[in-house]
């Protein structure tokens, strides 16, 4: 048996033989062919004849939109004139695979220079290809695998759109080699609920097929488990089962304080399953993730639906929804300049909408429709706010078009020291500790090396958001809390204890946080606080706040 160590995501543990995410083929060589034309031409035809039938087989299993998707994709696969186009090549003395590539790439240029559609469709083209690559060269097709039985994936990171595909009756855990605890592929990872531990270095050594226990909890990967292991992850995967089932109530401390637990949403679709996960509003509506496949900025129209249908599902509640925030990890073609050498620290968040005011205009405008038209309470933030101007800003921008409730976030140390200030005038402030932290550390939030420094747990964190708590509390202003931070039952009390008035997170949380609160009274959180505050390092503090935490249980028994 053997540990290898990474970052857990949320509380879950699940077992299963691993399938491995392949990489994206390397391109072929214009070597001359040692083949004869007609050897090759069989070569091509039959890996197409395959990859045709394989999509079809999968389409048949999946049914449904997929059906028709891969229906199509195997269509393309057969298309003659292309098939005439790859012979052509083999003709002039080129590979199969070079004359798949090649012939397959001019027609995916002619598909997008046709746009609409057919341009939508040129990325499929791209996959048929590298699947007949795959097949010419005996290789695993990359993307996400399909054993053809549920698995552990295993994968250096995923696209937020592999992820948001992943189906979740096949994969029974994530594990991956990058990617911190607040990268994207994390933040679906929880809101999918699928049992994650991101930034195991060691996981590039998992071989296909062979038995794993994901325990996120612990942030481990056992390989090798014995009899035993898997019987207790087992069981303790079904008592977790079972604590989800408990009765739901409103977020609140042991004395009754009452501790809002709203949900993090990046669509309205989610909206139906936080209220039943007992979601009390939504503390943090991701828009950007709306549009992230967009090559142009959305109507008001298309914003006003998306807006509406999500204020529509939380009649009365408080919904805070943040304006579009593209930068690094998720940028908006619309919005950002790829060039950027640091990307983290450039035109992102506000800084990038100021630079467009006309599409944060449009987007105010929207907001303010979709509120007027429904009964939630609408509250709208700005992103990535570094100074107290960017603050007035936003908030007299959002006011001018009749947003009754305008706050910033706070990520970047510089809006935490100066809370006090941006408090005087913003009506809110909600802490984002994903970013807050990378900044603080100084630690890239999608970069598995350094995963270890994006812990929101260290004391350096703490102490900003204990001025952040303050500051709230001296200008009688609600402080949020809506990163990942919120989601870590014991750190969620520490986040009470240092002045968070609320706490959103990925509604499958929030049964765990729920249970974590309602153990302990606003004094012994403040305690609790004050002991993680007081350690030197992040691993400390937790085993602080932990002993904190468990001497009050004791005396409360
Ligand atoms: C954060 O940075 O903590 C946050 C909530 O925003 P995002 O994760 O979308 O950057
Ligand atoms: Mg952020």
């Not at 009649?315 to 929804?321: D, F, M, S």
Request: aromatic share 4%; net charge negative.
């Amino acid at each position: 048996m053997t540990e290898l160590r990474g970052v857990g995501i949320g509380l879950g543990v699940a077992q299963g033989p691993v399938a491995r995410m392949s990489e994206p083929l390397p391109p072929p060589s214009d070597a001359p062919s040692t083949l004869s034309a007609d050897e090759e031409k069989a070569r091509v035809a039959d890996a197409v004849a395959g990859v045709a039938r394989e999509l079809e087989t999968r389409g048949a299993q999946a049914g449904g939109a997929a059906q028709d998707v891969l229906e199509a994709q195997a269509m393309m696969a057969e298309d003659p004139s292309l098939a005439d186009e790859v012979n052509a090549r083999i003709g002039q003395g080129k590979t199969g695979e070079f004359a798949v590539f090649d012939a397959f790439a001019s027609f995916r240029d002619q598909l997008t220079a046709l746009g609409g559609y057919l341009g939508e469709r040129a990325a499929d083209l791209d996959d048929v290809a590298q699947r007949v690559i795959a097949r010419l060269r005996g290789v695993p097709a990359p993307g996400v695998p399909d054993p053809g039985h549920p698995f552990v994936l295993v994968a250096k990171d995923l696209a937020p759109a592999d992820t948001a595909l992943l189906d979740l009756e096949k994969v029974l855990a994530l594990v991956t080699t990058d990617g911190g605890p607040t990268s994207h592929t994390a933040i679906l990872a929880r809101e999918k609920s699928i049992v994650a531990v991101v930034g195991a270095v060691a996981a590039t050594g998992l071989k296909d097929g062979e038995t794993v226990i994901v325990d996120a909890a612990a942030g481990v990967v056992t390989t090798e488990p014995t009899s035993d292991e898997l019987d207790r992850a087992r069981n303790r995967a079904a008592d977790r089962a079972a604590a989800a089932t408990a009765p739901i109530t409103d977020g609140a401390l042991a004395d009754g304080t009452p501790i809002p637990l709203l949900a993090n949403l990046g669509s309205p679709d989610g909206a139906a399953d936080a209220v039943a996960l007992g979601a009390e509003g939504v503390g943090l509506f991701r828009t950007e993730f709306l549009f992230l496949s967009s090559s142009q900025a959305p109507t008001v129209e298309q914003q006003r639906e998306s807006y509406t249908k999500l204020l529509a599902a939380f009649p009365g509640k408080k919904v805070v929804v943040r304006v579009l925030d593209a930068g690094a990890d998720k940028p908006l073609a619309f919005l950002n300049d790829a060039h950027e050498e640091n990307p983290a620290l450039g035109l992102r968040g506000i800084r990038a909408l100021r630079a467009s005011e006309d599409i944060l205009r449009e987007q105010l405008t929207a907001l303010a429709e979709a509120d007027a038209a429904t009964d939630a309470d609408l509250w709208v933030m700005a992103p990535m706010v570094a100074t107290v101007e960017e603050a007035r800003y936003f908030t007299d921008l959002a006011r001018d078009y009749g947003i009754k409730t305008a706050g910033v976030m706070v990520e970047v140390p510089s809006s935490a020291l100066l809370a006090d200030r941006i408090l005087g005038f913003s009506d809110f402030a909600s802490i984002g500790t994903n970013d807050l932290t990378q900044y603080t550390m100084a630690a890239d939030r999608l970069l598995g090396s350094v995963a270890a420094f994006q812990d929101p747990w260290h004391p350096a964190v703490l102490r900003l958001i204990r001025e952040v708590g303050d500051a709230g509390r001296i200008n009688r202003k609600p402080v949020g809390i809506c990163g990942e931070a919120a989601a870590d039952p014991l750190l969620a009390v520490v986040l009470v204890g240092l002045g968070a008035t609320s706490l959103s997170m990925a509604p499958t949380a929030i049964a765990d946080v729920r249970a974590t609160l309602l153990q302990h009274s606003l004094d012994d959180a403040r305690e609790i606080a004050q002991a993680a505050l007081a350690a030197n390092d992040a691993a400390s503090a937790r085993t602080a706040a932990q002993a904190a935490a468990t001497s009050h249980k004791e005396t409360q028994q």
